[in-house]
């Protein structure tokens, strides 16, 4: 009887996107679980690859006539896929068009991704002349990407001749950190004698003794070694004496860089009591209900959470809470450390690989029980999940925009489903897809409508910049911001100061005939950075020094536009100063941690004003900001995206929620070229029922979601007929299966027609039901595949965050 093992294998194709079976050798039938990464043999040159154990078939009747290949050797002792997560990688890869292996990696740190080597050695008939030129003294060689192209060729023509072997090599990427951890090996009587003998110039090994008699607890070699003042050497001597153990014991890394501040549960106010009471019937019932908590900004909505969270641990269950790119809301992850303390592990991408691997194992393990993470923490190992969260579920950084592209908040609901426990979307803004659907009563609604303690909203005005640009000369700052911030800083309250990112890309131009820098590879223009005083492409990376000629005119009057906070900080220390400022920007957040020591100073009143782009429009929480300044409100707005506009409403709202948190009254100014504008009108008052209204009426009128599904197809390629070619064909194909409901977008170049040397072509399908579309897109997707050696590629992101 022979055990056959379904294996998914590290080769992302159409083709292997269904499981390879392998055989069981006898010596692992015992051993082989579902979910276990196993090492093997693909395709005929004996290429070795990484997989995943599928299923297990125990008496599978092999068919005589293939000879299956089998298993190399078992990379885990147990299970690192769990059953749910197997199945939800299978959901992921139907709903995405990505491949289960994509899918699979997706959901595991980076540390358990394959490390492929291939190694290659001579044979007994490789002449000897060759063999001394190419491995020298050495028995083998590294045949990777380092190599010369020569050696390659030679390497690869050498290998059909059968004068090399090749050898493959697959590992994991992890490592486990240890530290060494000494301890007596001795009773202290023991030692005391052995303290005795000693001789008397022997001074260091005295010490280390009378140390190991006072203490027999285990110690780091480390800080052995400090505390003691002993080298190491001396150590390994009383080791080999037989004085002291080492041992080298595994330890987390810590992604934690400050301590905890230990907080306990608020009184709630009747409309939180309302919402925690609903969420906490649902876990403790064990249902799958989902809650729209809509709470306007300041309303207290984290503390629904953490009670909600209280709960589901009171019950032995555990919590899962995704916020936005944690990394820049440390606020918040220090809200729930208050609460939570040590059962609180976190994941985001400001952690090293090193620390994300060790708050992953400390999940698996069942030693953290809640995780707060950003998007990929949706995945996280929790076992017995009594309540999910998604913060602020609006922000579409829980979209990613690469294979999968999959949406953090849809795998939350397929996740509360699995565990059979409530999922809570939370926002003062949410997205109209969201709204929408608790409007048809798929979600509970959980309402807020009032800031904690009654505070009143903050007052917002709206400046209309063309107004103000007829009295003044150029200036970021309007007269009525200007002497709002000069009356804070005479009462010694703070203010926020946020620009619009996309407004002001600093760039250079030569300002005798107007020449703009851009990349030699995509059709865009080279950024400005002035910390390295470089030229860089945003989009493939390309980099070069900042010009002093014009390339193009010669001429020496080359213009900076440096960037843009850079700038307005300059003009408020002119215009203010004795104000303290704190610039937040990418240039001054760069460094792991700057974020946050930004954000303390600020709270410890060490600047007056924080200026900073989009990353200080979310989640702060400071008591004495009274003032938040827009200093460019329109930049979203110019895009040609159906979701501008909710863009804009959805930041406007969020920024001027900053203000006048506690006691103190919070004013808002706002700086406007489209004082007009609908989603600026509604954002004043923070209507956000009107504008759901609003915008849902032209959404209606437009055939935009949610009232019709998307998907966005793009094809690239290196020479820009073949990728317009495709697209005109996948259409052709997709009018065969598509009802004359349906309507195709397109296919237009991209927005940004030309990255890193490719050319991109796009269509979008608007539909309501399609029941053909999903294996149209596959075999297109296959197709594609096929020709893929020529260089298209062929992308499909379903449910787009935009149409550009
Ligand atoms: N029941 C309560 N009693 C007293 N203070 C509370 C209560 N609930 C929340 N707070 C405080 O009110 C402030 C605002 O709450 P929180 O930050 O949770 O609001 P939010 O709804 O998440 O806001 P935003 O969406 O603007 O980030 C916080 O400082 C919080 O500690
Ligand atoms: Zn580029
Ligand atoms: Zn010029």
Avoid at 511 to 536: A, E, W, Y
Avoid at 741 to 761: E, F, H, S
Wanted: net charge positive.
């Amino acid at each position: 009887m022979t055990q056959i093992a379904e294996v998914v294998v590290d080769v992302p194709t159409m083709q292997t996107n269904t499981p390879y079976s392998y055989e069981i050798p006898a010596a692992l039938v015992n051993q082989l679980q579902p979910g276990m990464r196993v090492v093997v043999p693909f395709g005929n040159g004996g290429r070795k690859v990484q997989g995943f154990v599928w299923q297990i078939n125990e008496d599978a009747k092999p068919n005589p006539e293939v000879t299956l290949k089998s298993i190399d050797t078992v990379m885990d002792p147990a299970p690192i896929v769990n059953t749910e997560l197997m199945q939800l990688s299978k959901w992921l890869a139907n709903t995405t068009y990505a491949f289960t292996i994509t899918c699979l990696q997706t959901m595991l740190p980076n540390a358990l991704k394959a490390k492929y080597q291939k190694w290659v050695s001579p044979t007994a008939q490789l002449p000897e002349t060759i063999r001394v030129s190419l491995f020298g003294d050495q028995s083998e060689l590294l045949w990777d990407d380092s190599l010369p192209a020569d050696t390659v060729k030679q390497l690869l023509s050498l290998n059909r001749q059968h004068l090399i072997n090749v050898r493959y090599e697959v590992s994991s990427k992890s490592q486990v950190k240890k530290v060494m951890m000494v301890k007596p090996a001795l009773s202290p009587e023991k030692l005391s004698v052995v303290r005795t003998e000693l001789r008397k110039t022997a001074v260091k090994q005295a010490a280390l003794i009378d140390f190991l008699i006072a203490n027999s607890k285990a110690i780091s070699q480390t800080e052995l070694e400090r505390t003691v003042g002993v080298s190491s050497s001396i150590l390994k001597t009383a080791e080999t004496n037989g004085w002291l153990t080492r041992q080298a014991v595994e330890v987390y890394r810590d992604p934690f860089q400050t301590a905890v501040v230990k907080t306990k549960p608020l009184q709630l106010n009747p409309d939180q009591n309302k919402a925690v009471n609903a969420i906490c019937a649902a876990t403790d019932e064990g249902q799958a209900r989902n809650f729209l908590l809509e709470g306007v900004t300041g309303s207290g909505k984290t503390e629904v959470y953490l009670q909600a969270i209280a709960n589901a641990l009171s019950k032995g269950e555990q919590a899962l809470m995704l916020v936005p790119e944690i990394s820049l809301t440390p606020q918040i992850v220090g809200r729930v450390r208050g609460r939570f303390g040590e059962k609180v592990a976190v994941l985001h991408s400001g952690l090293s690989g090193g620390e994300r691997f060790d708050e992953w194992r400390r999940i698996q393990r069942g030693e953290a029980q809640v995780v707060v993470g950003a998007r990929s923490a949706v995945f996280a190992p929790l076992t017995n999940l009594g309540v999910i969260v998604v913060d602020e579920e609006h922000e579409s950084s829980y979209k990613q925009d690469d294979n999968p592209r999959y949406h953090a908040r849809d795998v939350a609901l397929w996740r509360g489903r699995y565990h059979q426990c409530p999922v809570v979307l939370g926002s003062a803004t949410p997205s109209l897809e969201s709204r929408a659907r608790a409007e048809k009563n798929v979600y509970t609604r959980l309402l807020l409508p009032n800031r904690v303690n009654h505070q009143q909203l903050p007052q917002v005005s709206i400046i209309d910049m063309t107004e103000e640009l007829r009295h003044h000369k150029e200036s970021n700052f309007s007269s009525g911001l200007l002497q709002a911030l000069q009356e804070r800083l005479n009462r010694g309250e703070q203010s926020l100061l946020m620009l619009n990112r996309r407004g002001y890309s600093s760039f250079v131009m030569c300002r005798d005939c107007g020449f703009v820098l851009q990349c030699p590879n995509c059709d865009i223009s080279l950024t400005l950075h002035m910390d390295t005083k470089t030229m860089k492409c945003h989009y493939c990376g390309h980099e070069e020094p900042i010009p002093h000629v014009c390339p193009n005119c010669h001429g020496r009057h080359i213009r900076y536009y440096g960037t843009g906070t850079q700038k307005v900080e300059q003009e408020l220390t002119e215009l203010l100063p004795t104000a303290r400022i704190i610039r937040m920007d990418v240039d001054t957040t760069r460094r792991k941690g700057a974020h946050e020591r930004l954000l303390k100073q600020f709270g410890d009143h060490k600047a007056d004003i924080l200026l900073g782009t989009q990353m200080i429009a979310k989640g702060l929480d400071f008591p004495d900001v009274t003032l938040v300044g827009v200093l460019n409100a329109d930049t979203a707005l110019g895009l040609p995206d159906f979701r501008a506009s909710e863009r804009t409403f959805q930041l406007l709202t969020q920024v001027s929620g900053r203000a006048g948190r506690a006691e103190k009254p919070g004013q808002v100014f706002i700086q406007t070229y489209n004082p007009e504008h609908y989603a600026i009108q509604l954002a004043k008052t923070q209507n956000y029922e009107q504008f759901f209204v609003r915008e849902m009426q032209l959404r209606h009128r437009g055939n935009y979601p949610p009232y019709f599904f998307a998907v966005k197809v793009t094809a690239s390629d290196v020479d820009e007929r073949k990728a317009a070619e495709a697209m005109v064909k996948i259409v052709r194909q997709l009018k065969t299966v598509l009802s004359p409901q349906a309507i195709i977008l397109g296919p237009t170049p991209g927005a940004i027609a030309r990255v890193n040397k490719r050319y991109y072509y796009q269509l979008v399908i608007k539909y309501k039901q399609e029941p053909q579309l999903r294996d149209a897109l596959f075999t297109i997707l296959g197709q594609a595949q096929k020709q893929s050696r020529n260089g298209l590629q062929i992308a499909i992101d379903r449910n787009p965050m935009s149409f550009m």
